[in-house]
């Protein structure tokens, strides 16, 4: 019971959020990728610089995946009619108006819109609609280790393994 109360009291500030990695809308498909590859980062952030740094998309590792599928660096459409090879400005690819938390939204609220979406990472916005950071599945297994240790540490290595030989006599 307890567990559930954390769930839904702690905001999702508790859940480790990263500092978020923010690029203007003219960066380039190419600029992008070199700053996912250095940050390591699985997605950045397009904030409008004219919007007073407004999240207007995002840019995933799922995003590349499908421009490579589609033929990128070449011509790769992104559904509108846009070309879009690497010097092309990562509005023409991006997902526009992303999912995001508030950051006084509960872990539970966080959990529950990355399971029903198939988010790995969703942005974290403050109440002007600025972005603060970005909360992240390690995050939030991070933060269930913490409070549940020895349920997390005492796992066998394969919880699920079944004998493949026959026990006994």
Known sequence: MDFQLNLDA???EQAYPREP???D??????????LMKEKKAGSILVCDSRQEGRLVGVFTERDALRLMAAGFPG?????HG???????PIEQVMTPHPTTLAKSDSV???????????YRRLPVTDDSGKVVGTVEAAGILHYL???FPKAVYTLPPAPHHASQTREGA
Do not use: D, Q, W, Y
């Open 10 to 12: 702690e905001t999702v």
């Open 21 to 23: 990695n923010c690029v």
């Open 25 to 34: 809308p003219t960066t380039t498909v190419r600029e992008v990728l070199a």
């Open 75 to 79: 011509a790769a459409s992104n559904g």
């Open 82 to 88: 846009e070309s879009a090879g690497l010097e092309a």
């Open 108 to 118: 539970a609220k966080a959990i529950t819109m990355m399971s029903a979406g198939g």
């Open 145 to 147: 280790a913490e409070h």
